[in-house]
């Protein structure tokens, strides 16, 4: 199936999109890493936007406000001193922004990722649990660092690798805020990361708990326990809740029927497609579609 049937934006689409900017000459020239106050967002963006795959890794701080995001199957209520991570291939919506919400966004590309989480543990917990709270304090910290990183911008030779520091500073002042909360030592809890991070990859095209056990190397019903004992939901469903929430990306765009919408997610029976859907949701796909398009007239 071509990524082209699915809404999926790089930076400068999703600002083209729903930020309705066509003038993109306010974007940062590093490739790599960019900041922007969240000012911007509460300026430009008119939510709740259809849910998207992001080609690019985020962080939101809120210094002040919050709102709501979606983010994979989740919804998200984020407030001041809480911080959002979403990584390059997850589903993500923006539900609501506090019209007060004041912060930064930054911009993370793969490369620079790789560079600054060399070990991955600490990737798969930012990944697993998207959402962190802080102490007040420690969000003036992180601000602090935000603001001098935009000091840098553009200085010298030196710039780009003096933000990319300051940024591996702020990820290890996050991380430090994560350890007492998070216990990732246990084999269960890591194999059910591991599980996630492969389910975001492969979820539109392996639809089978086989496929996963198999590349992690367990049987599936080693898989299934672990999975269901960390998250309270066997394999299969998290699967079958990636699939229909992914599949609001296509009812959004009403020139497409459900039954091609239920085709191009290869489900051979539109029907079981519907009733999957409702069982998930809680309405019919036409009843999705209707009251998206409902809110978007009352905004």
């Known amino acids: ?70 983010v994979d199957n989740e919804i998200v209520e984020l407030a001041t001193n809480d911080i959002l991570f979403v990584r390059e291939g997850h589903l993500n919506a923006i539900k609501n922004i506090d019209t007060e919400t004041d912060g930064f966004f930054i911009y993370i590309a793969n490369s620079l990722l790789d560079q600054i989480l060399v070990e991955k543990t600490l990737l798969n917990k930012l990944s697993f649990h998207p959402k962190i709270s802080i102490s007040s304090p420690k969000m003036d910290w992180l601000i602090q660092c935000c603001e001098l990183m935009l000091q840098q911008k553009g200085k010298n030779d030196f710039s780009q690798a003096i933000q990319a520091s300051l940024l591996k500073a702020m990820i290890m002042k996050i ?8 216990p990732y030592s246990d084999r269960p809890t890591q194999l059910t990361m591991k599980f996630k991070e492969l389910l975001y990859i492969n979820f539109i095209d392996q639809r089978e708990v086989t496929f996963y056990a198999h590349s992690l190397r367990v049987t599936e019903n080693y898989l299934n326990r672990c999975v269901k004992q960390i998250t309270k939901k066997p394999p299969k469903q998290h699967i079958n809740e990636m699939i229909i929430h992914y599949s609001k990306t296509l009812l959004i765009d009403r020139s497409k029927m459900i039954t091609e919408v239920a085709f191009a997610l290869e489900f051979s029976d539109p029907s079981y497609f519907g009733r999957l859907f409702k069982k998930i949701t809680g309405m019919t796909p036409s009843a999705y579609r209707d009251s998206f398009m409902q809110d978007l007239s009352e905004e």
Request: glycine share 6%; charged share 15%.
């Open 1 to 70: 199936m071509s990524n082209k049937d699915f809404n999926i934006f790089n930076f400068e689409g999703f600002i083209a999109q729903f930020m309705q900017r066509n003038d993109l000459s306010f974007l940062s020239n590093s490739k790599s890493l960019q900041l922007y106050p969240l000012s911007i967002a509460t300026a430009l963006i008119q939510p709740p936007t259809p849910l998207f795959r992001t080609q690019y890794n985020f962080l939101l701080l809120f210094k002040k406000g919050g709102g709501v995001q979606q």
């Open 175 to 182: 991380a430090e805020s994560t350890v007492q909360d998070l």
